[in-house]
């Protein structure tokens, strides 16, 4: 054992500790009824939880269905077997991991049908930050991979769990999936999607990466348990590529909406300097910009904001904007 094993272990491995991670993560089932109805039972309840929470844009309710939820378990299974070179155990789990988003799917949609007031797909904040993962979520994902594995092999940070639990969004993106199927919104569904996606790939890469510097994989592998650990990270690795471009393209979309919505803004307020009038409300909807002003007195010529924005090469085709004019009266005693 070397020093870095020694450092993520905390010292020694102790069998005792890996004999937990097997069956926390369901790698190893000796009390199939009792493990299996604990981690079914967690799911759904996870599922309607989070499902409520999103239909009424609650962080708050969302959290909580985080730390009910028990999806990493056998995802951690999967990069734990697959270090250790046990293919059946790698394939159990992924199996179990693949079953149980299909169940979240499914009964999110289903909960989705029965709450009489349905998320808004468009304008619900526990959607909109779902549907549209950056590198950013990626990072945080990584981290959060790092630390569940850390987490299962070591019985001293048992605190760091539910930090990781929020961290790792798995169960709620496969909600906004579940309910954008129901509503007819696939590109909601599509992009939660690729959010659950990253968070799994994160935790394989992390996962693995963890447990065989702990040494878990330096034991001498049969072949059929050596090829299939290599198809396995090569497959990782190549997923991770597409999803580390798409997750690129996304942010640099990001980026190019922030800076152009900085640049309206400043030159609304060039527009508007000397006037009586302030910015009450700006949105840039993609070439399209909408302005609401409050003030008294003359209107500035909404013309001169669109000229200003051309000769600043913003790039916007149309300019509306919405004037409110206040009235001020002034009593006295």
Partial sequence: MNAISRLLLGGELDRKVLLGAERSTLMLVDEPLRQY????????????????GIASDSATTIIGAMLIAPLMSPM???????????PRQALRTLALVVFGMALVVVASACVTALIPVAADMETNSQVLCRVSPRLVDL???????????LASMRADIPDAVPGVAISASIV?????????????????????????????LA?????????????????RLSEVGAQARQIWYALVALAMTV??????????????????????????????????????????????????IVGHGDVPDARGLSDALDEKDVGVQSVSVSVLEEQRVVTGS
Avoid: H, K
């Fill in 139 to 149: 990072i945080i994902a990584l981290a959060a991979g790092f630390m569940a594995a």
């Fill in 76 to 86: 951690l299974g999967t990069a734990l077997a697959t270090a250790m070179g046990r």
């Fill in 243 to 292: 999803v580390v471009g798409l997750l690129f393209s996304t942010s640099m979309d990001v980026l190019s909406v922030t800076q152009r919505e900085r640049q309206v803004q400043d030159v609304t307020a060039a527009w508007l300097d000397g006037s009586d009038y302030r910015v009450e409300g700006l949105e840039v909807d993609g070439e399209d910009v909408y302005v609401r």
């Fill in 172 to 200: 709620p993106p496969l909600c906004v999936v579940g309910a954008g199927i129901y509503e007819g919104v696939p590109s909601a569904a599509v992009g939660a999607f690729t959010l659950f996606f990253t968070n799994f």
């Fill in 203 to 219: 935790i394989q890469v992390m996962g693995g990466l963890v447990y065989l510097l702990m040494g878990l994989g330096a034991r």
């Fill in 37 to 52: 109805s604990s981690f079914f039972m967690r799911l759904l309840a996870a599922t309607v939880v989070a499902t409520a």
